[in-house]
T-cell receptor, first 111, second 113 residues
Framework: AQRVTQPEKLLSVFKGAPVELKCNYSYSGSPELFWYVQYSRQRLQLLLRHISRESIKGFTADLNKGETSFHLKKPFAQEEDSAMYYCALGPFSGGYNKLIFGAGTRLAVHP | NAGVTQTPKFRVLKTGQSMTLLCAQDMNHEYMYWYRQDPGMGLRLIHYSVGEGTTAKGEVPDGYNVSRLKKQNFLLGLESAAPSQTSVYFC????????????FGEGSRLTVL
């Protein structure tokens, strides 16, 4: 079964500390993985996708097929990074974005 | 540019009542989706549509119906609301083959008493 697991409900760090938000997936095919973010009072939005191998707002994520993981990392957290982060798997077929989301991790960055 | 707009944003229903959530997008997207978000469970796909006049079931379709009579609108209906349908509902849209890029509405919080 296709599944996304984010083991931490809350990750609390101090400003300037490194951040790693964990994401593990279960999928028998070739996965496409994404990170979405929801800042306070804003809409859920795409942060980055593994296929682009990009760095957005200092965040990076590497797909590790051996460990079936797609952890989100940032070397130095900022207060404005505080938000809910969702890992998502998909879209599986036809270009439709039938994403499967994890339960989300709340990142709290303290001054 | 409003993007994806959901109405209403809040609603309280009694068990057995019916209601419709409206989603409208102004980006000319082909694909539209309805998700529900429950604590500890992330977002789960209810129904989706790949074009005007088409709909398909997602992961948790029971108790819901949808219609896509116009390309820009995607309606989610609850014919007989149940307390288990208390949730936050999100509509999203996307363009073909823009892998993983969903544009979300602000959400609609529904409480069924």
């Amino acid at each position: 079964a296709q599944r996304v697991t984010q083991p931490e409900k809350l990750l609390s760090v101090f400003k300037g500390a490194p951040v790693e938000l964990k994401c593990n997936y279960s999928y028998s095919g070739s996965p496409e993985l994404f990170w979405y973010v929801q800042y306070s009072r804003q809409r859920l939005q795409l942060l980055l996708r593994h296929i682009s191998r990009e760095s957005i707002k200092g965040f990076t994520a590497d797909l590790n097929k051996g460990e079936t993981s797609f952890h989100l990392k940032k070397p130095f957290a900022q207060e404005e990074d505080s938000a809910m982060y969702y890992c998502a798997l998909g879209p599986f077929s036809g270009g439709y974005n039938k994403l499967i989301f994890g339960a989300g991790t709340r990142l709290a960055v303290h001054p | 540019n409003a993007g994806v707009t959901q109405t209403p944003k809040f609603r309280v229903l009694k068990t057995g009542q019916s209601m419709t959530l409206l989603c409208a997008q102004d980006m000319n997207h082909e694909y539209m989706y309805w998700y529900r978000q429950d604590p500890g469970m992330g977002l789960r796909l209810i129904h989706y549509s790949v074009g005007e006049g088409t709909t398909a079931k997602g992961e948790v379709p029971d108790g819901y119906n949808v219609s896509r009579l116009k390309k820009q609108n995607f309606l989610l209906g609850l014919e007989s609301a149940a307390p288990s349908q208390t949730s936050v509902y999100f509509c999203a849209s996307s363009a073909p083959f823009r892998a993983g890029e969903l544009f979300f509405g602000e959400g609609s919080r529904l409480t069924v008493l």
